[in-house]
């Protein structure tokens, strides 16, 4: 058992201090028996931060149990808990034990109230980081937050099970089949999440493998297939015609990105996000190529452009600029709004999307001209498969694309008819 020692009072203990070592004067913990309860010392620190330990034995072992630190605990209240502590190991009770216990209960119990849309903001935090551009975390917030918050937003991430997935898919996986599926992606992700940080340790029920694919038919066999409307390909000679006779930067922007196969965000940019659209120094008048550039392209990866003459001359009669100059800005001169050439479909009453264009030039190059499908396919800046990846490995097909590209100036400015009698272009021996 601890000695007694004489009882300090406050004062006495509010100068007690570090100690200094005799031989090398060196300064280091001293810990100060204070009386009144045998083990009770305060501890002093080189920095003379004082704290209280209670020394004494439990289950035949030696142990220095912390009592909080002085003065935020008085002289008092330190003999107080001293002597709390000295009464629950008479009883059998081991006070470090205790406290452990008690700190992981009051984790258990902050893990087990952890609700979804909780978990669902911590992990579109983390998951930010990775996306490409703002407009990914507007997306998983605004799906969740429509179609899964409302059903299990304040429900424990522990206690969700199946019932609460299907409240969320039910109502949506036949009518809006990809909206739910990726709906459906986003909360196993989330709720995997969760089982690593220990808020839950159920299986997954947002999963698809062997799990949701026994209760909802796959979404490949009854999505909808959704299409751009797309201006039929023989009613594209007529609107050509009619773009070039208005005038304005929206007309041109347009015609350039017609007759590129481009899309929206490579010509003119994405306000959305602060991401500008075609500039000069991108244009090589005298090689007649305009190189996208990796950043701004869906594949990420940079791609040339081949320009047709009709192309050229375009960008011949605009105004040149800066390196770094917009060739088709807004009206203020800055990044044009998203609406700035669907807007000019409607005031030429064209029931088509900017993107349908695309679909009208891939429904040409099927269905009037003999070439190999790679050529459009490249042409679209489309790296979907084995054989366009090998073609973008030799050169990009760039001097057959030119001619496909030039084909379609013809067919946009003239009608030329279906060539039936086209050579075909092969993708092999790419230029």
Not at 158 to 182: G, M, S, Y
Not at 240 to 248: N, S
Not at 305 to 333: H, Y
């Amino acid at each position: 058992m601890p000695k007694k020692v004489r009882e300090l009072s406050a004062t006495e203990v509010r100068r007690l201090t570090h100690a200094i070592s005799e031989a090398r004067g060196k300064a280091y913990n001293a810990l100060h028996p204070v009386g009144g309860v045998s083990g009770l010392l305060l501890q002093v620190t080189p920095s003379n931060a004082k704290s209280w330990i209670y020394r004494t034995m439990i289950a035949g072992k030696r142990r220095s149990i912390g009592l909080g630190a002085f003065p935020d605990v008085t002289l008092a209240q330190a003999r107080d808990k001293a002597r709390e502590t000295r009464d629950k190991i008479a009883a059998g009770i081991d006070p470090v034990e205790e406290k452990q216990a008690n700190k992981r209960a009051l984790l258990a119990a902050r893990l087990s109230t952890v609700t979804f849309v909780d978990a669902m903001a911590d992990y579109i935090d983390m998951k930010s980081k990775e996306f490409k551009n703002p407009r990914q975390r507007q997306q998983w917030e605004n799906s969740l937050n429509t179609y899964a918050i409302p059903h299990i937003g304040k429900v424990p991430v522990r206690e969700i099970e199946l019932p609460h997935i299907k409240a969320v898919l039910d109502p949506i996986w036949h009518e809006k089949t990809e909206t739910a599926n990726r709906v459906r992606a986003r909360m196993e992700n989330i709720l995997g999440w969760c089982a690593i940080h220990g808020y839950r340790t159920n299986e997954n029920p947002a999963k698809w493998q062997g799990y949701l694919d026994e209760v909802y038919p796959s979404p490949e066999k009854i999505k909808k297939k959704s299409h751009f409307n797309a201006l039929p390909v023989e009613a594209m000679p007529d609107f050509m015609d009619a773009l070039k006779k208005r005038t304005g930067t929206a007309a041109r922007a347009l015609e350039f990105l017609i007759l590129t196969a481009a899309r929206t965000n490579e010509v003119i940019g994405d306000k959305r996000i602060h991401k500008a659209g075609v500039t000069w120094q991108e244009i090589d008048l005298k090689r007649r190529v305009w190189t996208v550039p990796a950043h701004r392209m869906k594949s990420g990866k940079e791609h040339r452009v081949p320009l047709s003459d009709t192309a050229v001359n375009l960008l011949e009669a605009m105004l040149p600029g800066e390196p770094d100059q917009l060739i088709f800005p807004g009206p203020k001169g800055d990044i044009p709004s998203n609406n700035f050439l669907t807007a000019l479909l409607k005031r030429m009453e064209v029931e088509s999307t900017i993107h349908g264009f695309r679909s009208t030039f891939k429904d040409w190059a099927r269905e009037r001209t003999a070439y190999a499908d790679e050529v459009s396919e490249l042409a679209l800046a489309h790296v979907n498969s084995d054989a366009t990846r090998a073609a973008y490995a030799r050169s990009e097909l760039i001097e057959k694309r030119r001619l496909i590209m030039a084909d379609w100036e013809k067919f946009c400015t003239n009608g030329a008819k279906k060539q039936e009698n086209a050579e075909v272009i092969s993708i092999s021996g790419g230029g």
